[in-house]
């Protein structure tokens, strides 16, 4: 899982991509209103609403993940709490989704080490 920034746009998007076959498995941007909450029979699960594009048709869902330690669980909520603070601070508070996949990058280098947690 990947956190993406694009530095022209100043804005977030979660990716998730199927490790043996590279499919899309999550595509949203974050926006302010997204609540992260710790799933119920968990500690190491989070979930959240997204519109989700994923398969290529926005559809509204109830995301969850899960990772294998507690630590990258509220590493990976942290820095997803932070892109919410810069776009609350750019005053957005819904993403719209880019019209083009140019100038994206990773928010932090070590963000992609979750999607090995999968």
């Not at 941007?29 to 997204?34: D, K, L, P």
């Not at 990976?76 to 892109?83: A, G, L, M, S, T």
Request: hydrophobic content about 35%; glycine content about 4%; charged content about 30%.
């Amino acid at each position: 899982m990947k956190i993406l920034k694009n530095p022209a746009r100043k804005t977030f998007r979660v990716l998730l991509r199927r490790e043996q076959i590279h499919k899309v498995a999550c595509n949203h941007h974050i926006s302010t209103e997204m609540k992260l909450e710790p799933m119920l029979n968990s500690d190491y699960a989070l979930t959240w609403f997204a519109m989700d594009y994923a398969d290529e048709e926005p559809k509204l869902e109830k995301l969850a993940v899960k990772f294998k330690l507690v630590d990258t669980k509220n590493e990976f909520k942290n820095i997803f709490e932070e892109c919410q603070g810069q776009l609350r601070e750019k005053g957005t508070t819904v993403q719209e989704p880019a019209q083009d996949g140019s100038g994206i990058q990773a928010i932090r280098p070590e963000v992609t080490r979750f999607s090995l947690n999968y």
